[in-house]
Structure formats: structure tokens, C-alpha cells
């Protein structure tokens, strides 16, 4: 066994790093978290200055006796997890349990860190090891306390007052709340007619149009031309008149480039340009910087990916300014480095931007040794990189003012790209953005005399603000100083998994278990959903990692005035959480109407239930809900022989037996396509085809619920002839093609039908 033992979190980095420190160190991974807080009431011992039960996490308990086993036989220990709060708790962690097997006596066992995996990153590292850093650990065990205490009294108060299941935390709620509050602008939003007038002329052989912006004297606002008559007269009355160049402005601008990437530039970016989710993403930027194997081993590809720092090491700078003067026209390359300052609030200084290890290593000469979401996030980090030490873009603007009668100017502005600088290799895409106005406008100047092809209106009607993408949510976040850069996926992830929000077209919509839940915290807990208070609580814990704040008085501060507010709220009953009054008479007994929460999510029903049962859907009217079902034609139920009804449900149509409540048999409105594969597992019904709730196809028996055997692929009957299974499924990529594959996952069978389409 070798003298000297690292500790890593995870088995790729392991890898990579043995590499380098070679045969007299032995590397180990504790896969991610050691320990974790009990999970039952108590665990923090809010009575003993936070006092904090641990236990191992028993996934873990093997890798943890295999690091213990390996400390006995070690003479130096190095804890080498991730270079910020959460891996330094986990390497005390870590010594906390040798600690507790009494392995320390006589070991040397000290902290490294590390912001890249290369081999001097590495090596200079355990060269110049330090002891675990408290502050940090402090700042990750309040976190953790706080984490726990609301989601441990604020969950249990969803359970009794909304639904069983739901949860609650101390930031995934103020997320929560800015998309609940975007969906009630958009309900409330009025949209506005207004109308844009235009002139299309040419000179020589180029065209171009040109929009009004001055009438009679008088600049004009969005809404002064706002209905079809006003447009007519605005119209008629420049009818007939020559349209006369009056002023032509010539100028230069430049545009410089972006920083590099941080967490959530990278995140946000990844989901515009790539659309990547920010788990996937954050999937891929792991083992980036885990390490690949490029033929010649794993090597780590990406410095650290949760980061809030925009700065690059000296030696980063120098490199990539090597690489442009090599590549790159002479002007593209700056007389000195581009320096970027952050502008989110407590960034670490001491880590980098997130970048490649070596700038040399081109997108194009890794693509053969990465996964396609690898190879899309390490080609946009690369160029991200190398353009934010190019030259700024150069450009020459037209502005031409035409009139067209007195006192009635079009302006038609224009650009062309002089030099191209950072943009010949990259640009930022934005959100929700506007074109920009890049037409080509032919020479003009005043006093030209230019033919009226055409004169028209354009009719526009106001927009409601876009619901938030995932890249549009956690710019907010980062804005507001919600959660920190490793946090943003998981926040989204918890939000979808809980089903609080649905995506649609990428974009992030409430459900109404959301709403419910959103209504209950910011009623009865506005202070702690509230985004300055999240924000403030974050700079706290900034605070205490810097060692300018103890976290105990923190914790007690938050503690005292959420303990009271969650005994206070103990005693309100479900209708005053569930309920919302309408200004609306119930047709059957003419009390008043409610919106009501139910297992399928919100209704409107009669406050004098259960004496008057009336209900609607939340969207609809009395008179379409108190329509007769209607029966479907060839559908009879398996279960009692009974016809079939169109019904409506929260997730849309559907068919549901006749005879129902007595029968609750339902059936997806179209019939769903039967594969004719026996089901392997119960060996009774066929493997029919299905969509998720979120429109995934999906193949599962047909005779659900009795047996519930599903799988993602297309289901083949043919055995497999390596674990004689009785089906096998069909499966696409891009990276492999087409394959017969066995799905027991244990079994690994595959065969190539279709070999994968060769690359240009």
C-alpha cells in the first residue's frame, strides 16, 4: 500500500489525478456526500447552540470503509475534494469520522485544493497542502441547518393544510414565487393595438425600408397611431408627396467582448444557444473537468465549473494571447489583456472563470473523445474563452431621415460589420432579444430624391412578459442574490420533481399544486420568501465563509422569528389556505362560489358543500360542465362491459366508464398503439405505446395497474441471446446509431442494426 493516500469526490477524478502523482499515491473517492444530517425531526438541536446529528450516508458506507481501510496503512492523507464551501465540508467530514475510528493518531492528514486537473495543478497542490479551512465549514453547516429547519417545520404544514407530499425550501420558495408571480402578470395583462408605419424605396439596385417616427412635427409615441382608422388617415395623408433625404449620419461603434464564463453565464448560455437543461449541463461541465480520455488518458478539460469569478490565471492569459497571435489576423489581438471585474456580489477572487485547461486543445481535436453534450458545452466554453481576449468588433452606422411631406420623417438606420474582432468567434445570444437592425442601406445622400415603392402599416398588439426558460430564471435569481452558483440546477430540479411547475416550449409554467403552495408561503410566510430577505441571508453566509461573521448568532436570529411565525400558523384550517371566495353565486343553492384544491389540482365548487355538491372546472362554465357525457363509439369498458364518456381532465381529454363512480376504468382518448409484444414481466398482456405527462413516448403492459413493466425503447420480440430475456429494445443515438439493446440494464447486450451516419 503506498505512504500517501488522496481523497477525491468522485471515481473519474480519481483516475485522472493517479495518473499524475504516479505509483507512491494511492487515490480514493468518497462518491460525493459522506455524512448527512439525520433525517428526523431533531437533528438539529436548535436548544444546543445548533448542534448537529450526523449520520453516514448508507449508500456511501462501503467507499467510506474502503478510505478508512486504506488511512490504516497511509502515512500522509490529503483531502482533496472541490475547491469550495460544500467540498470543504466534505473533507472535514471526512476527518470527522476518522476521528471517530481513531485513525488520525500518528498521520499527517491535510487539505489541497485545486481549480483544474492537470498534472502541475495537481502537483503544486499536494506540494502546498493547508489545514481545513473552519469558516468554510461553518458557512456549509449553517446552510445546511437552515435547509434543514424550514424544510422540516414548513413541509409538515403543506402536509396538513394543502396535500401530503408537498415540500418546502428556504430558496427553491422565492424561485417558486418569481415564476407564480410571472404567470399573474401574463393573466393580467391587457393587451393594446398600436400601429407602425413604413416606406419601402430603393436606390440603384438595393432596397430598403424605412419607419415613420416624426408626424407633423411631432414625435410619435407608441400608441398614438392605435386603430385601423387612425392608420388610414396617417396613411392617406402622406399619400401623393416625394420623399427627400434630409439628413444622412455617419458614425463608427465598436462592441466588446464578454467575460468569460462563470457558473450562471454558463448555465444561462448553454440553455440559449445549445438548449441544454442546467442539470445536463452541470452533468457535462463535471466531467470536463473530471477528466476525459484523449488517447493519451484522462485529463481534465475545464477548470472548476462552479465558480462566480470572471478572472484568469496569468499564465491562462498569456497562453490564449499566444494562441490569437498565431490564428488570428494582427489587429485581433489587443496591445494589453482584457481585464474583467465581477458584478456579482462576494465573487471568490481567489477561483477562475470557468475555461479550458489548455487552449491548445481545439474543439475540433477533442470532438472524436466526447459525448455530443460534451463536445457542444467544451466547444462554447473554448471559443466563450478565447474571444473574451480578442479585439472589440468594429462597425460603420448609417442613420438617413427621410420626409415625406412637412414635417413627417422615416428614419432607416443600417450597419456593416468592418471588422469582426471577438465576433469571428463568438457572439452572446441573448433572451427573448429583438433582432437588431443590421439591413444594408445603399449610399444616400441629402438631398437625394427617393422613389415611394410602397407605403403601409404594420399592426402590432402589446405582449405579455415571457414566462421564465431556465436561463431567464436563474439570471433573475443571480440578479436578485438568490442561491449561489452550485445551486441553480438543483433548484430548478426540485421544482420540477415536486411538480410545482411544468415545461412547456422551454418555458417554466406553474401547476396549480405550485400556485397553492406559492399563495400559502407568500400569505402566511412573506418575510422568508421574500427575495431581499433569501439575498440578505446569502450575504450572511458569505460572510461567515470569510470569517467576518460566527454562524451561531445568524442561525439564532433566523431561528427566533421562524419558530414563532410556524407556531402561529399551525392553527389556520385548510379552506383558509385551499379556499379563494369568488364574486360569483352558486346556480343550485345560491350560495357563495369557491376555488377549491383538490387531488387534481384547482375547481370552483359551492362554499355550502357538502349539503350542495355543484363544481366546474376552474376554466369553464356552469353550462358546459353540466352537459351529459357523451358516449364513444366502439369503446366498451374491459372492466364492467359499460360504455365509454368523453371526459375533461387537468391534463386534457380522456375516456372514462359510464358506470363510474362504480367503475373507474379510464382510457387515453386515442386508442393507444399495441406493439403485439408479449410483456416479459407478467407474461399476460401486450406492450403498449404511451406518452409521459410531459409527451415522452414510453411502452408499458396494457394491463396496468396489475402489472407495471415500462420501458423508454421500442420493445422487439426477440430474446436476448446473452441473458435470454424474452424481449429485446430498439435504440437510437447519434454516437452509436441504431442497436438492438437488451433493457436489463445488468446485462449489457447490445448489437448495431444501423451503424451511425458518418461525420462531415
Known amino acids: 500500500m503506498a505512504a500517501n493516500l488522496l481523497i477525491v469526490e468522485s471515481p473519474a477524478k480519481a483516475k485522472t489525478i493517479k495518473k499524475y502523482l504516479g505509483a507512491d499515491f494511492e487515490v480514493l473517492a468518497s462518491y460525493g456526500h459522506v455524512r448527512g444530517l439525520v433525517r428526523k425531526d431533531g437533528s438539529v438541536d436548535v436548544d444546543n447552540d445548533f448542534a448537529m446529528k450526523y449520520q453516514v450516508i448508507a449508500r456511501n458506507s462501503k467507499h467510506v470503509d474502503a478510505i478508512a481501510k486504506a488511512v490504516k496503512d497511509a502515512d500522509n492523507v490529503y483531502l482533496a475534494t472541490d475547491p469550495d464551501r460544500e467540498g470543504e465540508a466534505i473533507s472535514w467530514h471526512i476527518l470527522e469520522i476518522l476521528k471517530g475510528k481513531r485513525l488520525t493518531v500518528n498521520k499527517t492528514i491535510r487539505r489541497v485544493v485545486f481549480h483544474e486537473i492537470t498534472q502541475s495543478a495537481v502537483k503544486d497542490a499536494v506540494a502546498n497542502p493547508r489545514d481545513i479551512a473552519s469558516d468554510l465549514v461553518n458557512a456549509q453547516q449553517a446552510r445546511s441547518a437552515l435547509d434543514y429547519l424550514v424544510g422540516f417545520n414548513l413541509s409538515p404544514l403543506l402536509w396538513r393544510k394543502i396535500r401530503q407530499g408537498l415540500s418546502a425550501g428556504r430558496v427553491q420558495s422565492p424561485a417558486l414565487r418569481l415564476i407564480c408571480e410571472r404567470e399573474l402578470e401574463i393573466r393580467a395583462f391587457q393587451s393594446q393595438e398600436y400601429w407602425s408605419i413604413h416606406l419601402d424605396s430603393h436606390k440603384s439596385r438595393t432596397r430598403f425600408s424605412a419607419k415613420l417616427f416624426q408626424y407633423q412635427g411631432k414625435k410619435l409615441e407608441q400608441f398614438d397611431i392605435n386603430n385601423d382608422v387612425r392608420h388610414s388617415e396617417v396613411l392617406a395623408s402622406l399619400n401623393g408627396h416625394p420623399a427627400n433625404v434630409v439628413q444622412v449620419e455617419k458614425k463608427r461603434k465598436s462592441r466588446s467582448p464578454v467575460a468569460p464564463f462563470t457558473t450562471s453565464t454558463m448555465l444561462q448560455e448553454a440553455g440559449r444557444k445549445l438548449g441544454l437543461t442546467a442539470d445536463r449541463?452541470?452533468?457535462?461541465?463535471?466531467q470536463l473537468y473530471e477528466g476525459i480520455d484523449i488517447g493519451s488518458g484522462p485529463v481534465g478539460l475545464i477548470t472548476y465549473m462552479r465558480t462566480d469569478s470572471v478572472a484568469l490565471a496569468a499564465e491562462?492569459?498569456?497562453?490564449?494571447?499566444?494562441?490569437?497571435?498565431?490564428?488570428?489576423?494582427?489587429?485581433s489581438l489587443p496591445a494589453q489583456p482584457v481585464q474583467y471585474k465581477n458584478k456579482a456580489k462576494n465573487a471568490q477572487e481567489a477561483h477562475e472563470a470557468i475555461r479550458p485547461t489548455s487552449i491548445f486543445r481545439t474543439p475540433e481535436a477533442m470532438k472524436g473523445f466526447l459525448t455530443p453534450d460534451q463536445f457542444k458545452l467544451y466547444e462554447m466554453i473554448w471559443k466563450r474563452t478565447v474571444s473574451s481576449q480578442m479585439a472589440p468588433a468594429r462597425f460603420d452606422v448609417t442613420s438617413v431621415d427621410i420626409e415625406v411631406g412637412s414635417g413627417n420623417?422615416?428614419?432607416?438606420?443600417?450597419?456593416?460589420l468592418t471588422f469582426a474582432g471577438f465576433m469571428a468567434v463568438y457572439l452572446e445570444d441573448e433572451d427573448d432579444a429583438e433582432d437588431e437592425d443590421n439591413a444594408r442601406l445603399p449610399v444616400l445622400e441629402q438631398g437625394d430624391v427617393l422613389p415611394v415603392d410602397r407605403l403601409y402599416g404594420d399592426q402590432h398588439f402589446t405582449q405579455p412578459p415571457p414566462r421564465y426558460t431556465?436561463?431567464?430564471l436563474i439570471k433573475a435569481l443571480e440578479e436578485f442574490g438568490i442561491g449561489?452558483?452550485?445551486?441553480?440546477?438543483?433548484?430548478?430540479?426540485?421544482?420540477?420533481?415536486?411538480?410545482?411547475?411544468?415545461?412547456?416550449?422551454k418555458r417554466l409554467t406553474p401547476t396549480d399544486t405550485g400556485e397553492v403552495v406559492n399563495k400559502f408561503l407568500t400569505e402566511h410566510f412573506t418575510q422568508y420568501v421574500d427575495y431581499h430577505f433569501t439575498a440578505k441571508l446569502e450575504d450572511k453566509l458569505d460572510e461567515i465563509s470569510n470569517g467576518d461573521r460566527d454562524w451561531i448568532p445568524v442561525m439564532?436570529?433566523?431561528w427566533k422569528g421562524f419558530h414563532k411565525q410556524v407556531e402561529e400558523k399551525k392553527n389556520l384550517t385548510r379552506a383558509e389556505v385551499t379556499h379563494e371566495a369568488l364574486d360569483e353565486a352558486c346556480p343550485k343553492c345560491g350560495k357563495q362560489l369557491t376555488i377549491r384544491f383538490g387531488k387534481r389540482g384547482r375547481f370552483v365548487g359551492c362554499s355550502g358543500y357538502p349539503e350542495c355538491d355543484y363544481t366546474r372546472n376552474l376554466n369553464g362554465n356552469a353550462e358546459e360542465e353540466e352537459v351529459e357525457p357523451s358516449l364513444v363509439e366502439g369503446r366498451i369498458c374491459p372492466k364492467c362491459g359499460g360504455g365509454m364518456v368523453l371526459k375533461n381532465g387537468p391534463y386534457g381529454k380522456f375516456v372514462g366508464c359510464a358506470n363510474y363512480p362504480t367503475c373507474k376504468h379510464i382510457e387515453p382518448l386515442e386508442k393507444p398503439k399495441d406493439t403485439g409484444v408479449t410483456c416479459p414481466e407478467c407474461n399476460k398482456g401486450t406492450l403498449i405505446e404511451r406518452k409521459s405527462r410531459y409527451g415522452k413516448l414510453f411502452y408499458s403492459c396494457n394491463t396496468y395497474p396489475a402489472c407495471k413493466y415500462a420501458t423508454w425503447n421500442p420493445p422487439l420480440a426477440e430474446a436476448c441471446p446473452q441473458c435470454k430475456w424474452p424481449i429485446l429494445t430498439l435504440k437510437t443515438t447519434k454516437r452509436r446509431g441504431t442497436e438492438k439493446v437488451c433493457p436489463q440494464k445488468e446485462c449489457g447486450y447490445s448489437e448495431v442494426v444501423t451503424p451511425p451516419e458518418p461525420k462531415a
Open 281 to 286: 449541463t452541470t452533468r457535462a461541465a463535471q
Open 316 to 331: 491562462a492569459v498569456t497562453e490564449i494571447r499566444h494562441y490569437i497571435s498565431k490564428n488570428f489576423e494582427a489587429d
Open 409 to 416: 420623417l422615416f428614419r432607416a438606420s443600417g450597419q456593416v
Open 470 to 472: 431556465e436561463a431567464s
Open 484 to 505: 449561489r452558483p452550485s445551486t441553480y440546477p438543483s433548484i430548478i430540479t426540485t421544482l420540477k420533481d415536486r411538480e410545482y411547475v411544468l415545461v412547456d416550449k
Open 556 to 558: 439564532q436570529e433566523f
